[in-house]
């Protein structure tokens, strides 16, 4: 998208959240989920597909355009952009980068419309941070393959019409074989569907009870021999992993997006705070010590801040697709726990109630270390891309 119909993107998508999702807080607090109206007017702002491909009906916006909104999304409940975040990015980016025409046709102006919900679903109960171990398969049946296993942890999984699903085809040694690659590398034999919810032997469990984030739902998934045509393979046999981790790679930019509008919301809160509450007869801004708290997020949150834009800029010019958006996650998601501990230092005992905004947010940013790649997962891709790049050793 050109800069210029950017901003003005980006200016009503900070009016639209400033404006008519903050004063809704409370309700997604409390009811655990988006109002119906917010959703409609997210799909008419077009926030269903902003990073789809403009052909499909999406903005088609860059990673760095990307950063910048997420910049607005982070200012309020997280759970208003979970809503459309997977058709964004994980589930719909397999689509848009690794889909084939027909695939993309028949999904993606659904995905950019907000008709159709897709959930990314990856993550098993022994194969979360090392996806490559994955257990669910998927075995040819005629010119059909079948679905067997289970999924945790999949976000927008009771409200998705669609699911990319990742599951075995093939030992780590067959696709190997064929691929003219290493089989020492992970994922070999990992392939990637899309996948109808109302699939016969598909079947979603409960919504998972979270510490934070309400309104953005997660729940298992399990395949009980879902049938699934030779069409709805997505991409190459055998390579999905690779996709898998193109399109992660993509995401954790804008998660450093989201933590930056978080710890902005939460410094914000802690100064009109600091300014209006009195102790000793005078605001507790007064005190050097909450100025310091003040000054310590203020400072980390411009590095934040400047990190994500720059490794999203090397993203979009290919310079760097891996370590950039790692370290950017890894900075800026720890950085957004520490300004959130702060803020509710600064807010003191009222900082612990459920009725102060840097308490929920205190809550919600704790996920942010642990999806999309943990923090220590974080590292070890930083280190493994900086020691890749050293001669053999
Ligand atoms: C709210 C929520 C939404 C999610 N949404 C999705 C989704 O839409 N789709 C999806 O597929 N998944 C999703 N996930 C899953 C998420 O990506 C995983 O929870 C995350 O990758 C961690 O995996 P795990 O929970 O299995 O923890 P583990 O992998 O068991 O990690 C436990 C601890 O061990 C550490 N650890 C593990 N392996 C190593 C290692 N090799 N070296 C060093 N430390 C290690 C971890 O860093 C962590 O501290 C979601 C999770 C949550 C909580």
């Given amino acids: 998208m050109d800069d210029a119909s950017f901003e003005q993107v980006c200016a ?4 639209f959240v400033r404006e008519r ?40 916006v860059t990673v760095a355009q990307d950063v910048r909104l997420a910049f607005e999304f982070g200012y309020t409940a997280p759970g208003f952009r979970s809503m459309f975040g997977t058709n964004n990015g994980i589930a719909g980016q397999v689509i848009a980068r690794f889909g084939s025409p027909e695939q993309q046709q028949a999904f993606l102006p659904r995905l ?10 990856l993550t098993e109960p022994e194969a979360g941070s090392s996806p ?6 998927a075995r040819r049946d005629g010119t ?15 409200l998705a019409g669609l699911f990319v699903v990742f599951a075995r085809t093939g030992s780590t040694a067959d696709s190997a074989a064929g691929s003219g690659e290493s089989s020492s590398r ?35 998934v399990h395949f009980d021999d879902v049938r699934v045509p030779e069409g709805r393979l997505v991409g190459t046999e055998g390579r999905g992993y690779r996709s898998a981790m193109t399109v992660l790679a993509r995401g954790r930019l804008h998660i450093a997006g989201m933590c930056v509008g978080s710890a902005q ?37 411009a590095a934040g801040r400047s990190l994500a834009l720059a490794a999203a800029e090397r993203y979009d010019e290919g310079a760097d697709v891996a370590a950039g958006p790692a370290a950017a996650k890894l900075y800026c998601s720890e950085m957004v726990a520490r300004v959130a501990d702060r803020g509710v230092q600064i807010h003191g005992g009222l900082g612990y109630l459920r009725s102060t905004v840097v308490e929920r947010m205190y809550r919600d940013c704790r996920l942010y270390r642990l999806y999309e790649g943990t923090s220590e997962i974080q590292k070890l891709i930083i280190a493994r891309e900086l020691l890749a790049a050293q001669p053999a050793r």
Avoid: C
Avoid at 12 to 15: E, G, P, T, W
């Fill in 112 to 121: 950019a419309s907000g008709e159709l919900i897709a959930s990314f679903a």
């Fill in 265 to 301: 919301r939460v410094l914000d809160e802690s100064v009109r705070h600091a300014a209006v509450s009195r102790q000793g007869g005078r605001p507790i801004g007064d005190y050097q010590l909450v100025q310091a708290m003040l000054a310590e997020s203020y400072a980390e949150l």
């Fill in 132 to 137: 490559a171990g994955l257990k669910t398969s």
């Fill in 21 to 60: 999702v903050l004063p809704r807080e409370e309700e997604i607090e409390e009811t655990d989920a988006i109002p119906d109206d917010l959703r409609a007017a997210a799909a008419e702002l077009g926030l269903f597909g902003y990073a789809l491909p403009e052909a499909y009906g999406g903005a088609g």
């Fill in 12 to 15: 009503a998508v900070r009016r």
């Fill in 144 to 158: 059909d393959w079948v679905l067997t296993g289970s999924k945790r942890f999949i976000t927008n999984a009771p």
């Fill in 186 to 220: 992970p994922g070999h034999g990992i392939s990637v569907f899309a996948v109808d919810a109302d699939s016969p032997g598909l079947t979603v469990g409960p919504r998972d009870h979270k510490m934070g984030q309400r309104g953005a739902w997660t729940a298992e």
